[in-house]
Nanobody
Framework: QVQLVESGGGLVQAGGSLRLSCAASGRTFSSYAMGWFRQAPGKERQFVAG????????YYGDSVKGRFTISRDNAKNTVYLQMNSLKPEDTAVYYC???????????????WGQGTQVTVSS
């Protein structure tokens, strides 16, 4: 089992940047693939980015490719999401998640953080 706590959300103007962090408890962080998802009001939870256990493989949702970067530091039990060139449509609650396999579906990630709000003003 792993427990996840996100931080780094906030209010930013369009074109700005934010860096989200997700700190994991336990000594098995490197055993999990990690993902970032987001959910806007009235919409389904959407895949944003994923990273393999070692960090060697990353992949992204189409709407954030070229703007967002996922990374991890297994020594610090932390995964990051660097978000650049933010747009108002990026406004959502952002969640990090841990799973045993690398996937796009929320159903492949059994462990979730509580979420952090990101608001992008126009």
């Amino acid at each position: 089992q792993v427990q996840l706590v996100e931080s780094g959300g906030g209010l930013v103007q369009a074109g700005g940047s934010l860096r989200l962090s997700c700190a994991a408890s336990g000594r098995t962080f490197s055993s999990y693939a990690m993902g970032w998802f987001r959910q806007a009001p009235g919409k389904e939870r959407q895949f944003v980015a994923g990273i393999s256990r070692s960090g060697a493989r990353t992949y992204y949702g189409d709407s954030v490719k070229g703007r967002f970067t996922i990374s991890r530091d297994n020594a610090k039990n932390t995964v990051y999401l660097q978000m650049n060139s933010l747009k108002p449509e990026d406004t959502a609650v952002y969640y990090c998640a841990a799973g045993l396999g690398l996937g796009y579906s929320r159903h492949e990630y059994p462990f979730w953080g509580q979420g952090t709000q990101v608001t992008v003003s126009s």
